[in-house]
């Protein structure tokens, strides 16, 4: 399955548990409400009918109050939730990118991935940064695709980030960050919407 796809299945396997708090919050405060209107039913009975009026309506209104207060923390629950949601999934992809290392198809992903930045920067002349084992575990790959490009690629190992690529030109002055941590970052967004889809059902608001 492609390691982004995984994230659907992770926000479908929390969705369920996100609807169910917030329906437990809100039957309980609908219990509470018919509680309290119920009460004063069998009170205002007793009194005369111009009270008797008066006590319903503040029964009611007090009701209203509860479920309102209720469905107000229910939304803050909701939210609360959603964050920790993004948090795990986050989390999890970030883990799953580290161990994405130690797959075949990770050497695919360096090539297409130092294709890309140069794809999108100018000039024919380019650096390309690797971590020191992917740089040796790929040298021939990058050597292949600059004779299949028509480019310069000059290869250096860097150890500010544990996978992917970074593409320079070759005066550094413009530079496409293919890291696999970049690339989480990028794909941020999307991944905050899948979650709210997968709890919600609906589009929703990133951040």
Not at 121 to 138: A, P, T, Y
Not at 159 to 187: C, I, K, P, Q, W
Request: net charge negative; with cysteine.
């Amino acid at each position: 399955m492609p390691i982004w796809g995984e994230m659907e299945l992770l926000c479908r396997a929390v969705a369920e548990e996100a609807r169910k708090e917030a329906e437990k919050i809100l039957s309980r405060a609908r219990e509470e409400a018919e509680r309290i209107i119920a009460d004063a039913g069998e009170r205002s009975e007793k009194e005369y009918a111009e009270e008797s009026l008066a006590r319903r309506s503040k029964a009611y209104a007090e009701a209203k109050h509860v479920v309102d207060a209720a469905e107000l923390e229910a939304r803050k629950r909701i939210m609360a939730f959603r964050d920790e949601v993004i948090r795990e999934v986050l989390s999890a992809l970030g883990a799953r990118l580290k161990a994405f290392r130690n797959e075949p198809s990770y050497s695919e992903l360096l090539t297409s991935a130092v294709r890309e930045g140069i794809e999108h920067l100018l000039g024919r002349e380019f650096i390309v940064e690797l971590n020191g084992e992917d740089l040796e575990s790929q040298r021939d790959e990058i050597v292949k695709l600059a004779a299949e490009m028509s480019v310069t690629i000059e290869m250096k190992p860097s150890s500010a980030f544990e996978g992917g690529v970074r593409v320079y030109t070759a005066d550094r002055r413009l530079l496409y960050d293919n890291s696999l941590s970049a690339r989480l970052v990028r794909s941020e967004d999307d991944i905050r919407q899948e979650i709210w889809r997968a709890i919600f059902g609906t589009e929703g608001r990133t951040g």
